[in-house]
């Protein structure tokens, strides 16, 4: 299931990347943090951690799901993506 789960997660971000519709911050920062959290890298928090308003949300939003695997992190931004595209994501 992994490699299957891998390819509907980079399909999900290539149509999250073409998205035009301009989406509330809180929405934004859960795709955020749902593809930082299903990255194969390593988790790096720091890069994060300086006086910008914006990485601060940023951060914030990441920890609060940071309890989630990196797959659970895919699943959610699969379904996240599905919810504001209406288009299902299949291989």
Known sequence: MSSE???KFLKAFEIASQMQEQL????MLKFYA???QGQDEPSNHRNLANNDLR???KLNAWMQISHLSKDEAKIE????VEEYTNQIITI
């Not at 509330?24 to 929405?27: E, F, K, Q, Y």
């Not at 931004?77 to 996240?80: A, D, E, G, P």
């Open 55 to 57: 990485n601060a949300f």
């Open 34 to 36: 749902y593809y930082k």
């Open 24 to 27: 509330p911050p809180d929405v």
């Open 5 to 7: 789960l891998e390819i």
């Open 77 to 80: 931004y699969i379904k996240l």
